[in-house]
């Protein structure tokens, strides 16, 4: 049997202190997976849920946490010809990505440039998948529309905002809590046109002053019950909101369903992780996402699209990245390099 190191969880679930790195079986890729040596995986919000008991991963997948990675094509399943042994590739699975290897499907698998570094393309495929899912394939952003987008600054935030910029919105408004987080937002090539601090100011009555009072035709939110009236009141007629997540709470009470009926809102929940393979495949493969991802580059690169990196954490230090996703410090993606 032939083992690897990955990050491991001390009792199954638990606080960041539970976290170390361990040794483990590795696993055998199997009919149309491909075994992938991992050089740097991306970190999530999942990520913190699911080490906490709270978001456990789908049914077959493996219970080790990390959802993207990038590295290095070790051995070939059965039936794979896609890929060859030696390839460089990142990618996307549904657990697993927290180790020295991982077996994902040769169908979420997409060729790594030589101008993107490791970190660089790990920090792409949760980010940039789940945005084109929720601005493209459900808010169907057009040009000319004007767009919200809540958690500016998360890795997911920043993909969203840069795909409205280049699909041709006429504002796209970013939410954050600090301060620097907005400045940077606005800083960014093709990013915010507009910012706010949801903590102090109304991003509803903000909107409305920059659309002349018809509102946002798309939204992205990842908050859930304490944005939702003011969401509600930002959205113009045939307006789009596509919900990501609930970070503060999922329970609405006294839901207003009138201005649902009178602006004939489209309300649209989108998850990734939990969608069938098939799915996954043909969305990653899609020649749409396809013109997305070519265009992006590292940040200093002079792509439209571009991959912004917080902070690189080597894995002996996850505690330490754990810990500076959950105190929400940072601006762009968090990124572990294995070694």
Known sequence: MSTMRAVLI???????????????????????????KISAFGLNGMDLAQREGMYPPPPGTSHILGVEFSGVVHQLGPGVTKWSQGDEVYGLVGGGAYAEYVVCNHGLL?????????VEAASIPENYITAY???VKYGQVNKGDNVLVHAGASGVGVAAIQIARVLGAHTVTA???KRDKLEWLLSIPNGATHAVNYTSDDFAEHVKQTTNGKGVDVIIDFV???HWEKNIDSLAIDGRMILLAFLSGGDVPSVNLRPILYKRLKIQGSTLRSRSLDYQT??????????????ITGAEGNGP?????????????????????AENKNSGKIVVTVS
């Open 110 to 118: 997409i060729k790594k440039p030589a101008t993107l570094s490791w």
């Open 282 to 295: 043909d969305l990653i493969n899609s020649a749409s996402f396809g013109a997305v991802v070519s265009q």
């Open 10 to 36: 001390k009792d199954a679930k638990g606080p960041i202190e539970n976290l170390y790195v361990g040794n483990i079986e590795r696993p055998v890729p199997e009919e149309g997976q491909v075994l992938v």
């Open 175 to 177: 939410t954050a809590s």
């Open 224 to 226: 859930g019950r304490t």
């Open 305 to 325: 699209l571009r991959t912004y990196i917080h902070k690189v954490y080597p894995w002996n230090e996850i505690q330490q990245a754990h810990r500076e996703m």
């Open 133 to 135: 899912q929720a601005m």
